[in-house]
């Protein structure tokens, strides 16, 4: 059984590098073809010997590192401990961070034969209940929000006949002393007692959600997808309730609009990426910083993570990245990035 991670304590940062085969099968034609010879930048191995050559002072720290072949159940194993408190009345937020195709929706999301976080966070909490039954009577709710274009939609309701989804807005949670404490009014939770629901309501709500293809990645996700689970616990044997909540994020991935050729539409969506994903570094330096003012308000997603990173969560954050040479640029800015969130003191 997975052990509980104390509270207090900074965001922890793990760093996965994707496989290199996924880019070299499509190389996008404006892109130096990936090659394994040239996809030397990232491995554990020569973090740790850049480390050795530069010193400790410029060497990027993380708390773990996942090289391209560690699987799913490597990544999850890890995963599990934060995971677990949320049983015991934790507040847990788990985030994936990195360019467009580096593997965010590949560790949270995974496919049926390689299931990621999510799936896998969810099958141990229920199997845990069972486990616990004689003590404890867990419920389990879960949400899944999309966050496009500067707007928060419930991927599980629709507004109307034509399809719109419902938009949704962040508020103070009325219900807490606490100032950083938000909730959003009128979202739709969902009752799951099993994987089978968990799964219905997944393939519900990713059907409504906003992807397409880009120069860079066959199905990105053009939205910052939030799939959140509340839990209940009653406790059998001392009576009173008490609650956790774990929001699951797959951030939509930054991207260079100069390498992705994106026009219209896609342009709009990409500058709304972009953006918010900015207001989050914003946000993140500030709270290093630990100044009076941090912007949460700047974007909806950053407003959305206010209770988190404000608050009294646990935050893991996934720094995924692509292992090529021609992708350089865009890993160090995920790794300046995460090396600066690893920074943010919570609690
Ligand atoms: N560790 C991995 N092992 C196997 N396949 C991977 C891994 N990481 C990524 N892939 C594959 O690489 C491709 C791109 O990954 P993915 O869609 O997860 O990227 P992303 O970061 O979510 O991209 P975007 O931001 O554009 O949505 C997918 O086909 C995915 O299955």
Redesign the pocket.
């Known amino acids: 059984m997975p052990q509980v991670q104390e509270l207090k304590g900074n965001i922890r940062v793990f760093c996965?590098?994707?496989?290199v085969?996924?880019?070299s099968s499509t190389p996008p034609s404006s892109l130096t073809p990936s090659t394994p010879s040239s996809c030397s930048l990232l491995t554990g191995a020569q973090i740790s010997e850049s480390e050795k050559q530069s010193g400790k002072k410029n060497a990027i720290h993380f708390d773990k590192i996942?090289s391209?072949d560690?699987s799913?159940e490597e990544?999850f194993e890890e995963t599990a401990p934060l995971v677990v408190s949320v049983m015991d009345g934790y507040n847990i937020c788990i985030f994936?961070y990195?360019?467009?195709?580096?593997?965010?929706?590949?560790?949270?999301?995974?496919?049926s034969e390689?299931r990621g976080v999510n799936y896998r966070a969810l099958d141990m909490l229920f199997r845990l209940a069972l486990e616990r039954r004689t003590t404890m009577k867990y419920e389990f709710k879960v949400s899944l929000m999309e966050i496009y274009n500067e707007q928060l939609k419930d991927l599980l309701e629709l507004h109307d006949s034509k399809g719109e989804m419902k938009r949704l807005d962040v508020k103070p949670d009325p219900s807490s002393s606490s100032t950083s404490s938000t909730y959003v009014p009128d979202l739709k939770l969902v009752t799951v007692q099993d994987l089978e629901d968990v799964q219905r309501v997944i393939a519900l709500g990713m059907k409504n959600r906003s992807?397409s293809s880009?120069q860079?990645?066959?199905?990105?996700?053009?939205s910052h997808c939030v799939f959140s689970v509340y839990v209940t616990c009653h406790d059998l044997l001392k009576g009173g309730n008490f609650f956790g909540k774990m929001h699951l994020i797959?951030?939509?991935?930054?991207?260079r609009l100069s390498r992705t050729g994106a026009t219209g539409e896609r342009l709009t969506e990409a500058k709304n990426i972009n953006k918010s994903l900015s207001a989050l570094g914003n946000c993140v330096s500030a709270l290093v910083a630990k100044s009076k003012h941090i912007p949460f308000r700047d974007s909806k997603l950053t407003h959305l993570l206010q209770d988190s990173l404000a608050g009294d969560a646990k935050v893991l954050m996934f720094v995924?990245s692509s292992p090529c040479d021609s992708d350089a640029p865009e890993t160090s800015c995920s790794l300046q990035f995460a090396t600066r969130a690893r920074g943010v003191e919570l609690g």
């Open positions: 996965r590098v994707r496989p085969a996924f880019s996942f391209s560690s799913q990544v994936a990195g360019q467009t195709g580096s593997g965010k929706t590949h560790t949270m999301e995974g496919r390689a992807t880009t860079m990645n066959e199905q990105s996700s053009r797959d951030l939509a991935g930054s991207e995924c």
